[in-house]
């Protein structure tokens, strides 16, 4: 069974930080990617960064580069987002996905298959 559960989120100040984590089943964590998005009400959910979890390399879009960094644990399925110098704008539920069919840049949510419940983020100024 694909299964993704998030945790971490919370309330910080501007400038602050927060580690998100997304806890994978044993099968989703045997897909080749997994990414974090974002969504706030009335906005189109946000692809912020890429993991492939076997070559270790990650990608990053421009509103969050130098500032999130994605992660992961291969001992406990886990793929973390270290969040750094977070903004207000940084608001927003945070969701992690796998499961993906590239067919799109990897920021596109349609392309991707299983999600977890979300987390929420709230940054104050």
């Known amino acids: 069974q694909v299964h993704l559960v998030e945790s971490g989120g919370g309330s910080v100040q501007a400038g602050g930080s927060l580690r998100l984590s997304c806890a994978a089943s044993?099968?989703?964590?045997?897909?080749?990617?997994m990414s974090w998005f974002r969504q706030v009400p009335g906005k189109e959910r946000e692809g912020l960064a890429l993991?492939?979890?076997?070559?270790?390399?990650?990608y990053y879009v421009d509103s969050v580069k130098g500032r999130f960094t994605i992660s992961q644990d291969n001992a406990k399925n886990t793929v973390y987002l270290q969040m750094s110098s977070l903004k207000v704008e940084d608001t927003a539920m945070y969701y992690c996905?796998?499961?993906?069919?590239?067919?799109?840049?990897?920021?596109?949510?349609?392309?991707?298959?299983?999600w977890g419940q979300g987390t929420q983020v709230a940054v104050s100024s």
């Open positions: 044993a099968t989703a964590y045997k897909s080749t990617f």
């Open positions: 996905a796998t499961d993906w069919v590239p067919g799109h840049p990897f920021w596109t949510p349609k392309d991707w298959n299983t």
């Open positions: 993991l492939d979890i076997n070559g270790g390399n990650t």
